[in-house]
């Protein structure tokens, strides 16, 4: 039995232990699925001293059909909460299309220019952010100097005339995209009255895609967590207009409370909500992540800056033919998880992430932590960089200032296997960093060597080992083994009844081993 007859038997341990990361039934084995603690686990725990046998179905008695109904009633009323939460935000831009103007402000010189960049690769960012939504179009982009982006017009007076002139030109123009991180509520109202359209920094802009591409309750509620901090410093804006236009009293009627007062209640509300709802998903992922770390199967977290190759480069390491990269920017918003194998037939598990972007708002990466969390429980971090992207190397450092920010364990940042990806597209390419990798996604180009590298480091990271073992075949080792350890080979000798049996076991597991069967021949690979 060699190690072909085994491997399609890891593939599917392999991939149920995926599987159980996502709350599925370990009888429908899925290639991927988003690994959402918002999945309901399959089956109850069972209580201490209810014994084997039939399943435990619950409460046992009258009492039962009682406590299963106010369940269902709690789970329904749970649902009806979690629809308010994930309800549009006014804040958020119209579903309809978008004739956007995009405006970069250059500073020339100062602390804020970064020498990493270029104001012509800026605003091409900014551009590419427009184009992932959909029915959004740029009609201009528009480069204007500037000493101090932070003062109330973001301009000079010179040329702030000159740029409203040119957008006032603009046909048919809907929006302004102001490509910097936050713009406060009066000067938004500034700019607004001055253009007579929507202006949006980078905050709206990116939070817009997240809503758009968030597919499961977690993403969904991280985008309405990250939506508070807009909201509250909008809502100064409006109660300065509503003192304008009414004047007079500013309480509401009956409450002894102003209108800024109640508000600021009604989000402070809502912020908590939406944190508990997150809470209770968190502590789902945690026990689906212990059950998952039953099956000893290795995480590897595939990270790097948005649009680099993630999920290429998984598709490629799995060859999952079911992932469909895209390419624009924070088409992962979903941690999702996929099975594949390393060159020893160990099977191991990719997580593909969020992309990371410049000049992300800091409340923004809060609100995705319980997302980002994953990472850290994970046994390797890949970092995926898009090698041919002329502002690679400010790429690379947003993505290291950002992990390290999540206050991830050291020895998952000293262990982090950098790959250069999307080789093919330069001549010759040799990387300058001593040990990163080379590879394309795309046309398979050195995935081998990046295999054994990602192999070499899940085994010192885990403790796990690889070992031939001599077994006879009328013991139980076999079995043991099979239990407690991947066996991939099996070498049969049938003239004396043994076999040489190839596995991948954990530190602990050969410790047991060792002392059940202390007379078997064991030789390190």
Known sequence: MGPSRLSWSLLLRCRRAAAAALGAPRCRPLPARPLSASAPLQAPLRPP???????????????????????????EEDEAALEELLAPSPQAPGPGAQRVAVVHPAVKWGPQKSPLTTAELQIAEAVALVDTLQNWTVLDKIIIPTKNPNKKFVFGKGNFQVLTEKIKKLPHVTAVFLNVERISSLTKKELEGAWGVPVFDRYTVVLHIFRCNAR???????????????????????VSQRDQQRGGSRYIMGSGETFLETQNRVLKER??????????????????????????????SVM????????????????????????????????????????????????????????????????????????????????????????????????????????????????????HNKVDLTERYKPAEE??????????????????????????????????VNINLEGPQLSWLYKEATVQEVEVLPEDGTARVKVIIGSSAFGRYKNLFPNSEIFMS
Request: aromatic share 4%; hydrophobic share 40%; with cysteine.
């Open 435 to 468: 040990n990163a990798l080379a590879v394309s996604a795309l046309h398979g180009h050195g995935l081998e060597e990046l295999k054994q590298e990602i192999e070499k480091k899940i085994l010192t990271a885990t403790g796990k080992k690889i070992l031939t």
């Open 304 to 419: 790097g800056y948005t649009n680099c190759g993630k999920t290429t480069l998984i598709k490629a390491l799995t060859g999952e033919a079911g992932l469909q990269p895209r390419d624009q920017l924070f088409a992962t918003l979903d941690i999702t998880a996929h099975a594949g194998y390393l060159p020893s037939h160990m099977p191991v598990i990719y997580v593909d992430t969020i992309g990371f972007l410049t000049d992300l708002p800091h409340n923004l990466v809060e609100s995705f932590s319980a997302t980002l969390e994953e990472v850290a429980y994970s046994d390797l971090i890949v970092h995926v960089r898009d090698i041919t992207h002329p502002e690679t190397i400010l790429q690379k450092a947003t993505v290291l200032s950002v992990l390290r920010n999540l206050n991830l364990p050291s020895h998952l940042l000293d262990s982090m296997v950098e790959v």
């Open 271 to 300: 912020e908590l909500k939406i944190r508990n709802a997150l809470e209770k998903l968190r502590r789902k992922r945690a026990l689906l992540r212990t059950q998952r770390r039953k099956c000893e199967f290795p995480m590897v």
């Open 49 to 75: 001293g209810t014994g084997g046998g039939a399943p435990w179905n619950g409460a046992a008695g009258p009492g039962g059909d009682v406590e299963k109904e106010e369940e269902e009633e709690e789970e």
């Open 216 to 238: 499961t309750k977690e993403a969904k509620l991280q985008v309405a967590l990250a939506e508070i901090p807009l909201l509250r410093s909008n809502l100064k804006n409006e």
